[in-house]
């Protein structure tokens, strides 16, 4: 998940560093009195390039897909919620001796 | 006794035999709804700052949307290798989810893209 976030941010600059591209391209056009009708050619494959890093990101970071399949490999360990209604404390760890008695006699 | 279970982590809808109703482990389809929200999401962010960087206006834009939420739909599928019965319950989710909200985040994201670009 590291590497999909870098992957991510990575995308995301290069899209950032097109927009400050094509600012300065209209910029120059606004010298050059003409019309913006795209931006450079350099500019659509830079767009390109992090789109595609951004689409990466999107599949692999937020987290794979489990099983619906209650009998598939994956699903075969059962847990039960944590709950106060399975916590049982009348188990034979009553026979140890107190730790406060112990630390009390150090 | 305490390692013979044969019932699962999940809530399972039907547990009859007679009827043959599919169970499934609810918990997990939760879990692959939220990644399959995630993912749309970000993409329609995506999406509108590419249509705003561009400088698409009306139709076209909308038109990527489209383009851009086909592609993130075959990416998921892909994502889930092909067997979308093993991880969904119904090809519409893996389609449509998600496809209202993102048009909202799509067009909030166009308006700044288009308005930082092309008109500050």
């Not at chain 1, 560093?17 to 830079?46: C, D, W």
């Not at chain 2, 989810?97 to 308005?115: C, E, K, N, P, R």
Request: contains cysteine; glycine residues 8%.
């Amino acid at each position: 998940m590291g590497l999909g976030v870098i992957i991510g941010v990575f995308g995301v600059l290069i899209l950032s560093h097109a927009a400050y591209s094509t600012i300065q391209y209209r910029g120059l056009l606004k010298i050059m009195e003409e019309e913006f009708s795209g931006p450079p050619m350099n500019v659509v494959l830079e767009l390109l390039l992090g789109f595609v890093f951004c689409i990466w990101a999107a599949l692999t970071v937020p987290g794979k897909f489990l099983s619906i399949h209650p009998d598939s490999e994956e699903n075969r360990i059962v847990s039960l919620s944590a709950n106060l209604d399975f916590m049982i404390f009348n188990h034979r760890a009553k026979a140890f001796p107190l730790e406060i008695d112990m630390k009390l006699k150090h | 006794m305490a390692g013979h279970s044969d019932s699962n982590s999940s809530e399972k809808k039907s547990s009859e035999a007679m009827n043959d109703v599919p169970t499934f482990s609810a918990e997990n389809l939760q879990n692959n709804m939220k990644v399959i929200y995630y993912s749309r999401t970000f993409m329609s962010i995506i999406g509108g700052v590419l249509a705003g960087i561009l400088g698409f206006t009306g139709f076209m834009g909308f038109v990527l949307y489209l383009l851009v939420m086909a592609i993130t739909s075959i990416g998921l599928i892909a994502k889930a290798k092909f067997s979308v019965h093993a991880y969904f319950d119904s090809w519409n989710r893996i389609i449509l989810d998600g496809f209202m909200g993102g048009l909202m985040s799509f067009v909030l994201f166009w308006t700044f893209a288009y308005d930082i670009v092309h008109i500050f």
